[in-house]
């Protein structure tokens, strides 16, 4: 057998070739980062009630203005803490978009320079501005090139059926794609996602193979058309981690906005439980559970907001950066690496 025969197409979509379920995958990357703070917010008082519950306890004890005090003044320095920490963050963040002149003009440089060559692989005298166009029109030349192929191994009649398998492949996920990509706007997650589904790594692979595998049976003119798709798909790899930067650094000036947005509260009821609140004005009990204790649960758990907040967008930071760690023609996961390449 051929290594083209054994080279099988992988699932057009990240989760499906890393085998995660969808709610995993919604609750890490695909989910607002709001909701995700509201569902961990959930999550640890839903353990506070359930630790009063299942374990030993001494609620008159345990609640009373000394330990609240002591509880909510470790509040108070974690969230000065984080926030100085977070700050610090985004001052190196705004640091990298200073520097000299020249090393502005270099930047500026470069990237006229991959636009210009991206411009004559698509054959445009301008390519499009808004990062989902231009991501949306590399995928369709390279769709356009895999058409191209397509036409000109059934036209001459070359046994190659591997190949039309996988420009069809590269059509079809291509299309798929693109309309995801269509109508997006940079800032929101809809346009990084679309782009870490299209597994430009294997097409890359598996176009290198069918190369040396079809390099003495096919036309001269089906060889220029697979070289020029696999040129394409190297033009995405470094457009996407370009973006994906870009994108990074604008999550952590959210971090930084979110947990300002979200500690001048959370100071206010820390402050408020210290010099204040009183726990044995609070009585009753609910379903079971004393009142006193819920309502410290409660309050704790929005004190910690500015923490919760940092953990659901670096939740979607460090996932996305896990499954896009290499660039180019290398597959790190036993999941993507399919029979034929090793």
Known sequence: MSQSDELTQPADTMRERTGESAVKMWFLI???????????????????????????????????????????????????????????????????????????????????????????????????????AFLRTLIGAVSSQARTLRAVVEDNGTDAPALVDYADSLIDHGETVGEELENTTFGSFEVIMPVLNYNYSWKIVAGRRLQAEYAESITEEAADALEGLIGSLRFFAPAREY?????????????????????????????????AFDPNQVTGYTLTLHDRYLFVGLVYTVALLPFTVVLAYILRIVTVTKRTLAIGPFILRETQRESGFD
């Open 30 to 132: 695909t989910a607002n980062r709001w909701i995700v703070t509201g569902v961990l917010s959930l999550a640890m008082f839903g353990i506070f009630v359930l630790l009063n519950v299942a374990g030993p306890s001494n609620v008159q004890r345990i609640l009373g203005p000394q330990s609240v005090g002591n509880v909510f003044g470790s509040v108070i320095i974690a969230v000065v803490t984080g926030v100085s920490l977070i700050l610090a963050i985004a001052q190196l963040v705004l640091s990298e978009q200073m520097g000299p002149l020249g090393e502005k003009r270099d930047e500026m440089r470069n990237q006229i320079e991959f636009r210009d060559n991206v411009e004559k692989r698509i054959d445009d005298d301008v390519s499009p501005a808004a990062p989902s």
């Open 243 to 275: 973006f994906k930067m870009l994108y990074f650094q604008w999550e952590i000036n959210n971090i930084a906005r979110g947990v300002l947005y979200a500690s001048i509260p959370s100071l206010a009821i820390a402050a408020y439980m210290i010099l």
